[in-house]
C-alpha cells in the first residue's frame, strides 16, 4: 500500500481569524468549476482506488496535519484532568437510565454480570485507543489511528459513523436529562415534552428543554478547554460523591430475595442487554481526542483512559447490584429507575438527591462530549473529508468554535424528535463497529510496516485477519440466529483462536510501541474483535437498518464530495514536495 504526507497544500499554513466565503467550504481544485467538478466525477474509481491504497504517516498526522488548523490547542492537560474527563464522559445517562429499561425488559439482576461483559469489551478498546493516542497525539482520535493503518476510505467510514455516534449520544444524554429534571420537580419524566400526536410514537415527544441544555453547553465548550476541565473534575468528584451515598443507602434497604431470580431472561438476554449498555461506556474514546491537549501524552494518557475506565466499571456494577437488590426487576421504573426506587421503599427525600446526581452526571457528560466530538471533526475537516472551515481553530480560545457549534447544532435537531431507545440501540452499532476497526488497526500497526514488512508476512497477516474477522461475525450471525447447540459455537471459537495463535506464532512484528504498549499483543486485539462482533450480533434488527442507510447515506456524500476534495488536497501536497 502507498502512503502519502498530506501538507497543507503549499507553504506555510495560513493563520487566519474565521471567516465564511466558499473557498473556506470548497477550496479544492475539483470545485472550482463545474467542468473540473465533471472531470473529477468521471476519475471516481481511479480516485477510489487511490484513496482505498492510501494510508497517512504518523509524521503527517502530527505535524502538516495539524497545522491546517492555523492555531495550535493549548497543551495544558495532565493525566488527573484526563481521568476526570473518562469519569465525566462516562458515568451519565446509561448507568441511570438504560440499567432500569435492560433489568425489567431484558436481563433481570444478571444486567450486573451485562455491565461486567460490557466493561470488558470497552476495557479492550482502551487499551487499543490508549497505544494509538499515545503514539499519535491528535485531536482526530481514532479517525487518525485508522488514516495512517488502514487508510483514508475506511478511515471515512468510521469518521461518519463517529459523528453518529456523538450526535446520537448527545441526544439521547440531552433527553434523559429532562427526564430527571421533571423528576427532581415531582412530575412524571415525560411531562415537560410536547406531544405532537401527528409524528410518529417514536419521534412524537418533542423535548425543548434538551435543546437549551445542549445549547448550554455548546456556550461552555468553546470558551476553554481547561476551565471546562475544572468544571468537570469538581462535578464529576460531586457525582462520585452522590454515587456513594446511592449504593450505602440503597443496600440498607437490600432485599436478596429479589437476586432469586437471577437470569429470567436467560443467557442471550445477558448479551441482548450488553449490547445496548456498552451505550453507558460510550465517551472514553472523547479523551483520546484531547492528546493532542496534553503536556506528556506518553504518561498522562495510560494513566487517564485506563484510570477512568476500572472506576467507572467498578462504579456501574455497584449500582446495578444496588438497583437489583432495592426492587424485584419487574417494577424497576424504566425512565428514572433510582428515583422511583427509593420512593418504593420510603426513601422520597433520597429521590432528590439521586436525581441531582443524574442531572449532574449528564450534564459533566455532554460537556466532555462537545469538547471530544467537536476534535474528532476539526481533524476530518483537516484532511478536507468535510469542509476545512470547520478545522479553524480560534486564536483567543483556543478551541475549535465552528466545529463545536455545528456538531451541537445536529444534537439538538436529533434531541428534540428522538425517543431514547432509538438512540440507543443505534449508538451501540455505530461505536461496536469503530471499536472494532480500531483493534484491527492496531493488529496492522504491530504486524505491517510499510517497504519493511515482506509479502509473505503480510499475506500472512492478512489471512490471519481475515479469519478473525470472519470466525468472530459466524459467532455473532449463529447468535442472531437463535443457535441453540454448541457444536457451532465450538467451530467458529477454534477458527478464531487457531488465526490468533497463527499470527503470534508465525508472523514476526514489524514495529514495537515506543513508550506504551498494548500488552499480549495479538491476543488482546483479537479478542476486543471477536467480543465487540459479538455484542453486534445482540442488537435488534431495525437498529441494523437505520445503520445502513447511514452508511449509505456517508458513501452518496463520499463519492460526490469527500472522495475528491481529500484526493485533491493529498495530490496539492504531494507535488509540493510532502508526499512520500
Given at each position: 500500500?502507498?502512503?502519502?504526507?498530506?501538507?497543507?497544500?503549499?507553504?506555510?499554513?495560513?493563520?487566519?481569524?474565521?471567516?465564511?466565503?466558499?473557498?473556506?467550504?470548497?477550496?479544492?481544485?475539483?470545485?472550482?468549476?463545474?467542468?473540473?467538478?465533471?472531470?473529477?466525477?468521471?476519475?471516481?474509481?481511479?480516485?477510489?482506488?487511490?484513496?482505498?491504497?492510501?494510508?497517512?504517516?504518523?509524521?503527517?498526522?502530527?505535524?502538516?496535519?495539524?497545522?491546517?488548523?492555523?492555531?495550535?490547542?493549548?497543551?495544558?492537560?495532565?493525566?488527573?484532568?484526563?481521568?476526570?474527563?473518562?469519569?465525566?464522559?462516562?458515568?451519565?445517562?446509561?448507568?441511570?437510565?438504560?440499567?432500569?429499561?435492560?433489568?425489567?425488559?431484558?436481563?433481570?439482576?444478571?444486567?450486573?454480570?451485562?455491565?461486567?461483559?460490557?466493561?470488558?469489551?470497552?476495557?479492550?478498546?482502551?487499551?487499543?485507543?490508549?497505544?494509538?493516542?499515545?503514539?499519535?497525539?491528535?485531536?482526530?482520535?481514532?479517525?487518525?489511528?485508522?488514516?495512517?493503518?488502514?487508510?483514508?476510505?475506511?478511515?471515512?467510514?468510521?469518521?461518519?459513523?463517529?459523528?453518529?455516534?456523538?450526535?446520537?449520544?448527545?441526544?439521547?444524554?440531552?433527553?434523559?436529562?429532562?427526564?430527571?429534571?421533571?423528576?427532581?420537580?415531582?412530575?412524571?419524566?415525560?411531562?415537560?415534552?410536547?406531544?405532537?400526536?401527528?409524528?410518529?410514537?417514536?419521534?412524537?415527544?418533542?423535548?425543548?428543554?434538551?435543546?437549551?441544555?445542549?445549547?448550554?453547553?455548546?456556550?461552555?465548550?468553546?470558551?476553554?478547554?481547561?476551565?471546562?476541565?475544572?468544571?468537570?473534575?469538581?462535578?464529576?468528584?460531586?457525582?462520585?460523591?452522590?454515587?456513594?451515598?446511592?449504593?450505602?443507602?440503597?443496600?440498607?434497604?437490600?432485599?436478596?430475595?429479589?437476586?432469586?431470580?437471577?437470569?429470567?431472561?436467560?443467557?442471550?438476554?445477558?448479551?441482548?442487554?450488553?449490547?445496548?449498555?456498552?451505550?453507558?461506556?460510550?465517551?472514553?474514546?472523547?479523551?483520546?481526542?484531547?492528546?493532542?491537549?496534553?503536556?506528556?501524552?506518553?504518561?498522562?494518557?495510560?494513566?487517564?483512559?485506563?484510570?477512568?475506565?476500572?472506576?467507572?466499571?467498578?462504579?456501574?456494577?455497584?449500582?446495578?447490584?444496588?438497583?437489583?437488590?432495592?426492587?424485584?426487576?419487574?417494577?424497576?421504573?424504566?425512565?428514572?429507575?433510582?428515583?422511583?426506587?427509593?420512593?418504593?421503599?420510603?426513601?422520597?427525600?433520597?429521590?432528590?438527591?439521586?436525581?441531582?446526581?443524574?442531572?449532574?452526571?449528564?450534564?459533566?457528560?455532554?460537556?466532555?462530549?462537545?469538547v471530544g466530538q467537536a476534535r474528532y471533526l476539526t481533524h476530518i475537516a483537516r484532511t478536507h473529508m468535510v469542509p476545512p472551515w470547520l478545522a479553524e481553530v480560534h486564536p483567543t480560545t483556543g478551541t475549535p468554535i465552528n466545529a463545536t457549534v455545528v456538531m451541537l447544532v445536529a444534537t439538538a435537531i436529533i434531541a428534540f424528535f428522538t425517543n431514547l431507545n432509538i438512540l440507543s440501540n443505534l449508538l451501540s452499532i455505530s461505536t461496536l463497529f469503530i471499536f472494532m476497526l480500531v483493534a484491527v488497526a492496531l493488529l496492522v500497526r504491530r504486524y505491517y510496516v510499510s517497504g519493511e514488512t515482506t509479502d509473505t508476512n503480510r499475506n500472512k497477516l492478512l489471512g490471519a485477519i481475515v479469519l478473525i474477522l470472519a470466525s468472530s461475525i459466524a459467532t455473532a450471525a449463529y447468535w442472531a440466529a437463535g443457535g441453540e447447540g454448541w457444536v457451532g459455537y465450538v467451530v467458529t471459537v477454534v477458527v478464531w483462536f487457531g488465526a490468533t495463535g497463527f499470527l503470534?506464532?508465525?508472523?514476526?512484528?514489524?514495529?514495537?510501541?515506543?513508550?506504551?504498549?498494548?500488552?499480549?499483543?495479538?491476543?488482546?486485539?483479537?479478542?476486543?474483535?471477536?467480543?465487540?462482533?459479538?455484542?453486534?450480533?445482540?442488537?435488534?434488527?431495525?437498529?441494523?437498518?437505520?445503520?445502513?442507510?447511514?452508511?449509505?447515506?456517508?458513501?452518496?456524500?463520499?463519492?460526490?464530495?469527500?472522495?475528491?476534495?481529500?484526493?485533491?488536497?493529498?495530490?496539492?501536497?504531494?507535488?509540493?514536495?510532502?508526499?512520500?
Amino acid at each position: 500500500m502507498g502512503t502519502i504526507g498530506e501538507g497543507s497544500g503549499g507553504g506555510k499554513p495560513q493563520r487566519r481569524t474565521c471567516s465564511c466565503t466558499k473557498q473556506d467550504f470548497l477550496p479544492e481544485e475539483s470545485f472550482q468549476s463545474w467542468a473540473n467538478y465533471g472531470k473529477a466525477l468521471k476519475e471516481t474509481g481511479m480516485r477510489l482506488k487511490d484513496r482505498v491504497m492510501s494510508r497517512s504517516l504518523d509524521k503527517s498526522e502530527l505535524t502538516e496535519i495539524r497545522a491546517r488548523s492555523g492555531h495550535e490547542m493549548k497543551k495544558n492537560l495532565t493525566w488527573w484532568d484526563l481521568i476526570w474527563f473518562g469519569i465525566g464522559a462516562v458515568i451519565g445517562a446509561g448507568i441511570f437510565v438504560l440499567t432500569g429499561q435492560e433489568a425489567r425488559d431484558d436481563a433481570g439482576p444478571a444486567v450486573i454480570l451485562s455491565y461486567v461483559v460490557s466493561g470488558v469489551s470497552a476495557m479492550l478498546s482502551v487499551f487499543c485507543y490508549t497505544e494509538f493516542a499515545v503514539e499519535i497525539p491528535v485531536a482526530g482520535g481514532s479517525f487518525a489511528y485508522l488514516r495512517v493503518e488502514l487508510g483514508d476510505f475506511m478511515a471515512f467510514i468510521a469518521a461518519g459513523n463517529i459523528l453518529l455516534e456523538y450526535v446520537i449520544g448527545g441526544a439521547a444524554v440531552s433527553r434523559s436529562w429532562t427526564s430527571y429534571f421533571a423528576t427532581l420537580l415531582n412530575h412524571h419524566p415525560n411531562d415537560f415534552r410536547i406531544h405532537a400526536t401527528s409524528l410518529d410514537p417514536d419521534y412524537s415527544h418533542l423535548d425543548p428543554i434538551a435543546v437549551v441544555v445542549i445549547t448550554l453547553v455548546c456556550v461552555a465548550a468553546v470558551l476553554s478547554t481547561k476551565a471546562t476541565s475544572r468544571f468537570n473534575y469538581v462535578a464529576s468528584i460531586i457525582h462520585l460523591a452522590i454515587i456513594i451515598f446511592i449504593i450505602i443507602a440503597g443496600l440498607t434497604h437490600a432485599n436478596t430475595k429479589n437476586l432469586s431470580e437471577f437470569a429470567p431472561f436467560g443467557v442471550r438476554g445477558l448479551f441482548s442487554a450488553s449490547a445496548v449498555l456498552f451505550f453507558a461506556y460510550v465517551g472514553f474514546d472523547a479523551v483520546s481526542t484531547m492528546a493532542e491537549e496534553t503536556r506528556n501524552p506518553a504518561k498522562d494518557i495510560p494513566l487517564g483512559l485506563v484510570g477512568a475506565m476500572t472506576i467507572t466499571t467498578v462504579c456501574y456494577c455497584l449500582l446495578a447490584l444496588t438497583l437489583c437488590l432495592m426492587q424485584p426487576y419487574s417494577q424497576i421504573d424504566p425512565d428514572a429507575p433510582f428515583s422511583v426506587a427509593f420512593e418504593a421503599i420510603g426513601m422520597d427525600w433520597a429521590k432528590y438527591i439521586v436525581a441531582f446526581g443524574a442531572l449532574k452526571g449528564m450534564t459533566t457528560v455532554l460537556l466532555v462530549s462537545a469538547v471530544g466530538q467537536a476534535r474528532y471533526l476539526t481533524h476530518i475537516a483537516r484532511t478536507h473529508m468535510v469542509p476545512p472551515w470547520l478545522a479553524e481553530v480560534h486564536p483567543t480560545t483556543g478551541t475549535p468554535i465552528n466545529a463545536t457549534v455545528v456538531m451541537l447544532v445536529a444534537t439538538a435537531i436529533i434531541a428534540f424528535f428522538t425517543n431514547l431507545n432509538i438512540l440507543s440501540n443505534l449508538l451501540s452499532i455505530s461505536t461496536l463497529f469503530i471499536f472494532m476497526l480500531v483493534a484491527v488497526a492496531l493488529l496492522v500497526r504491530r504486524y505491517y510496516v510499510s517497504g519493511e514488512t515482506t509479502d509473505t508476512n503480510r499475506n500472512k497477516l492478512l489471512g490471519a485477519i481475515v479469519l478473525i474477522l470472519a470466525s468472530s461475525i459466524a459467532t455473532a450471525a449463529y447468535w442472531a440466529a437463535g443457535g441453540e447447540g454448541w457444536v457451532g459455537y465450538v467451530v467458529t471459537v477454534v477458527v478464531w483462536f487457531g488465526a490468533t495463535g497463527f499470527l503470534w506464532w508465525a508472523v514476526p512484528q514489524a514495529r514495537a510501541p515506543q513508550t506504551w504498549g498494548v500488552p499480549l499483543v495479538p491476543w488482546l486485539p483479537s479478542a476486543s474483535i471477536a467480543i465487540n462482533i459479538f455484542l453486534l450480533g445482540s442488537i435488534d434488527g431495525p437498529s441494523f437498518v437505520r445503520f445502513g442507510v447511514w452508511t449509505v447515506l456517508l458513501l452518496i456524500y463520499y463519492l460526490f464530495f469527500g472522495l475528491h476534495a481529500s484526493y485533491d488536497t493529498a495530490k496539492a501536497s504531494a507535488t509540493d514536495g510532502a508526499g512520500v
